[in-house]
């Protein structure tokens, strides 16, 4: 039976290659954050005990009795201050219609989060985004380029609890498309008004891995490349031993208790607790660490867990977002960014239609009008970028 007339068929347009990666991936990484928040901070054993075998074509649920009794708050797919973050750094994009700095993203930035009402889905009404409440690290960030006019290439603080920039990347890795290096160079350069040290680092290789995914011929071995390429001091070693300890035939609980143990190398937390059998991360100032002080030889957590999901799950969503979300701890900052790659490499073929309809139903947004509108702001980007280029070219010749 033909299920389609042919005058529909002849009707369709085709849509732009890159229209349907960006609009792909800003699905997958609203799913990816709804889909984690309910269990943010837990420990693997608590989410496997709480919601054991879960069909990932369905969001968790709220876990919160509060956030039960209300109907708020996180659960169902509502997305949190990751995915809000993004779309603020698009809206920044949209209107200065060009590359950003430090100067740009403090001014323009903080503006979209204090002076911008947008739905926040947790809230279920329109609010100011940084009034979500942000995390910490963002209204610290407001203190510091708002409030005391700090100079935004010194204005940046944080490292271990400041993992928010890593996650917000994903629009300049767009803007960027095809040109990694560009994009972890602007991520940097503007990045170090948000925070520092391997923090910033991490925003940065996530901004080249999405420029690469972003490309015409991406695959996932070239973004995890380009990732291992880009990354700098503690940030790349972290990278290199998560994916050399990545074997994706292990079951999901060796993959994790091996990801785990190669992070704490990283997390700058005292030797005597390496001795542990699953040691748990503590507080700056406590328990005699040195965690989230800068580092060139520390690491935040999402990045290693980012690219060893990915390459763990082999190019499968649900095996990838599973792996994630059984990982636990920060899962839904490392769910967006992972997910929202694949998608970016692959396009709106690996997104399962229910979840983003559902998750576009939960936090009133279309995902691919966003991406069309942005879209129009990267082709500008780009023709400026060209005629930078031409003149360049002109000075070459003479």
């Excluded at 510091?144 to 204005?155: E, G, K, L, M, W």
């Excluded at 636990?328 to 396009?347: F, K, N, P, Q, Y």
């Amino acid at each position: 039976m033909l299920l389609f007339s042919l005058e529909v068929f002849a009707q369709a347009e085709p849509e732009p290659l890159l229209l349907d990666k960006l609009s792909a991936a800003l699905a997958a990484a609203a799913i990816g954050d709804g889909m984690g928040a309910p269990v943010e901070s837990w420990s693997p054993k608590a989410v496997k005990e709480r919601f054991p075998n879960w069909d990932f074509d369905r969001f968790l649920p709220s876990t919160k009795p509060k956030d039960i009794e209300s109907g708020k708050g996180k659960g169902h797919g509502r997305f949190t201050d990751d995915f809000l973050e993004i779309e603020a750094l698009i809206r920044v994009y949209q209107t200065h219609e060009d590359h950003l700095d430090a100067y740009d993203y403090a001014e323009l930035f903080m503006k979209e989060m204090t002076e911008t009402k947008v739905y926040v889905p947790e809230r279920k009404e329109e609010r100011y985004p940084i009034d979500r409440p942000a995390f910490w690290p963002e209204r610290y960030m407001y203190h510091q380029v708002v409030i005391n006019n700090a100079d935004p290439r010194s204005s940046g603080k944080g490292n271990w609890l400041n993992n928010g920039f890593a996650s917000i990347t994903l629009p300049t890795g767009a803007v960027n498309a095809g040109d990694p290096w560009k994009a972890y160079d602007e991520a940097a350069s503007m990045g170090i008004a948000h925070t520092e040290s391997f923090a910033l680092e991490a925003g940065a290789v996530n901004a080249a891995a999405f420029a690469e995914a972003f490309s015409k011929d991406a695959t996932l071995e070239s973004v995890i490349s380009i990732a291992r390429e880009v990354a700098k001091d503690g940030t790349k070693l972290a990278l290199e031993d998560a994916l050399a300890a990545t074997d994706p035939s292990d079951n999901l609980a060796t993959w994790i208790k091996k990801v785990r143990r190669v992070y704490l190398n990283y997390s700058q937390i005292p030797p005597a607790l390496l001795k542990e059998e699953n040691p748990e991360v503590p507080h700056q100032n406590r328990s005699g660490s040195n965690v989230g002080r800068p580092s060139r030889i520390g690491s935040i957590e999402n990045l290693p867990v980012t690219y060893a999901a990915l390459k763990y799950g082999q190019g499968d969503y649900n095996k990838t977002l599973e792996a994630i979300i059984y990982y636990a701890r920060d899962c839904e900052s490392i769910s967006l960014v992972a997910t929202g790659l694949l998608a970016a490499i692959h396009g709106s073929e690996v997104v399962l239609p229910t979840l983003w309809k559902a998750s576009e139903a939960e936090n009133k947004r279309n995902y691919r009008e966003m991406a069309r509108a942005f879209l129009r702001t990267i082709e500008t980007i780009h023709h400026k970028d060209r005629a930078r280029l031409d003149r360049r070219e002109s000075i070459l010749k003479e």
